[in-house]
């Protein structure tokens, strides 16, 4: 019997091309479905992104926010929200200047390492080796120990005394004079506790070192480079065009203007200025190995250590951590009269996002960076909690500690509950339950939310706790019956 394909391999080929064709046909079609699929998914996470910018100013809870999402060479998010002056409504425009605080910081740490790179300064440099010594100051603080705020020396922020200083233009050296007649909470290396006059004074550092102004210095080394061309030292007079106004939210829900802060003081810890499009470009400068050398950058985005080995959660200028769900990202915060802001990079998912707010008060930049980042890269997931059980009397970890924090001093009462501790801090009447994770730099440690607390024992009795809550890391005495500080 003869085979028909054969008798016709006309047909045949006719049929297998025809076959190909549909296939081919089909493919084409497909294709716009497909990339409409594609656009209508980005199109939607835009949307999404824009709602969550915008409903804070919409409900009324700030003035105005600014906000940028951008991940890899895609920019979902650039644009401003409510209002730059309430006064005369002024829309906020889409490259609105901010005030970023301490989001100032990374670029003072960027600066003391290009310096050292140079071979103009070493981190173990003295301060004094480089500015005239503070009389009175009980310890030799190194270089390293201000990037990383271990170093013990009173922040002025924190001082009764700043509050007068606040509005006035006075000498730089005023500051210094006002902070070296002050003790320090405890010795370098000893503890973390974060700190603005570590900061003012590597500033201080840069100017002696380079020869520059701060403000020269980071305008030509660091702005420059990365292409921030809306960004500066923030001025008390210079009339900037798209800058917004300051305000703090009242308990009424109402906005006064925030009280007014000479820019002589928040310098190299918190006075520069910069909308939301510079952060995406200093991020992908920072992050991207256009500010430092490979080595630098490891060393301005690893935590650093005390005295004893430990591990806190604080780099130079900025801070490596992971959110809810495990996601790596290298961020910091900023708030200053009228102003906070908040700043991220997630480094496996190649993402930036920026949120600036021209308003103190409830809306906290952090939570709506937050919903923008899940918005991008799905809801977060709880970290579930190690699955490892304390194996000593957790009656022995009971107790009353006290010791230095930032402004006063921190109080935590660890007491049984049920099968487990709870914490109080500051005697008050929230109780964090804690979950144990394991032995951490030798001693047992427990977590809550963003704290971690571990015991220093002698034997199984608690004599110590050390409290880290990342801009943190306090060293806490137990106190005793007839304490007088109890």
């Not at 102004?213 to 923030?234: D, H, I, Q």
Request: glycine share 12%.
């Amino acid at each position: 019997m003869l085979d028909r394909r054969r008798r016709n391999p006309a047909r045949a080929t006719r049929t297998v091309c025809d076959a190909g064709s549909a296939a081919l046909i089909l493919l084409v079609l497909l294709l716009p479905l497909r990339a409409s699929a594609q656009g209508t998914g980005r199109a939607e996470l835009v949307a999404r992104l824009d709602s969550i910018a915008r409903a804070p100013a919409q409900e009324g809870r700030v003035a105005g926010l600014s906000a940028a999402v951008v991940r890899g060479a895609d920019t979902l998010l650039l644009g401003g929200y409510g209002y730059a002056d309430l006064e005369l409504d002024v829309p906020t425009p889409p490259d609105a200047v901010y005030e970023i605080g301490s989001v100032t910081k990374q670029f003072t740490a960027a600066a003391i390492l290009q310096l050292r790179d140079e071979g103009k300064l070493s981190l173990d440099d003295l301060l004094t080796d480089h500015l005239p010594e503070p009389v009175g100051w009980a310890h030799p603080v190194t270089i390293r120990r201000l990037l990383d705020h271990t170093s013990g020396i009173k922040g002025y922020t924190e001082l009764p005394l700043f509050g007068q200083l606040m509005p006035q233009r006075l000498p730089r050296d005023t500051l210094v004079k006002l902070v070296a007649r002050e003790p320090f909470d405890f010795a370098p290396g000893e503890a973390l506790i974060y700190n603005n006059s570590a900061y003012f004074l590597l500033g201080l550092v840069i100017e002696k070192v380079s020869g520059k102004t701060y403000e020269e210095y980071v305008e030509e080394r660091l702005f420059a480079p990365a292409g921030m061309e809306r960004s500066m030292y923030c001025s008390n007079s210079e009339v900037v065009k798209g800058r917004a106004h300051g305000y703090s939210a009242t308990p009424q829900g109402g906005f006064v203007r925030a009280a007014y802060l000479d820019h002589t003081w928040p310098y190299a810890a918190g006075s520069l200025c910069s909308t939301a499009g510079d952060m995406v470009a200093w991020n992908r400068a920072l992050h991207g190995g256009r500010v430092l050398p490979e080595s630098s950058y490891r060393e301005m985005t690893t935590p650093g250590r005390l005295n004893d080995g430990t591990e806190v959660r604080y780099a130079m200028g900025i801070a490596p951590s992971t959110d809810r769900s495990g996601r790596r990202m290298i961020s910091h915060g900023g708030g200053i009269n009228g102003f906070l802001s908040e700043s991220r990079w997630y480094p496996e998912e190649d993402l930036v996002v920026i949120v600036l707010v021209n308003t103190t008060g409830p809306v906290g930049p952090g939570s709506v960076a937050d919903a923008l980042a899940g918005a991008v890269l799905g809801a977060a997931e709880p970290v579930a909690a190690p699955s490892v059980t304390f194996d000593g009397p957790l009656d022995l970890l009971a107790g009353r500690f006290e010791g230095p924090a930032r402004g006063r001093p921190l109080r935590v009462v660890v007491e049984r509950e049920g099968e487990g501790i709870v914490a109080r801090l500051n005697e008050g009447d929230d109780r964090l339950p804690l979950a144990y994770m394991g032995i951490v730099s030798g001693r047992p440690t427990f977590s809550s939310g963003g704290w971690l607390f571990s015991f220093m024992l002698e034997g199984v009795q608690a004599v110590g706790l050390r409290a880290d809550h990342g801009g943190g890391h306090y060293v806490l005495a137990v106190q005793r019956e007839g304490d007088g500080n109890r």
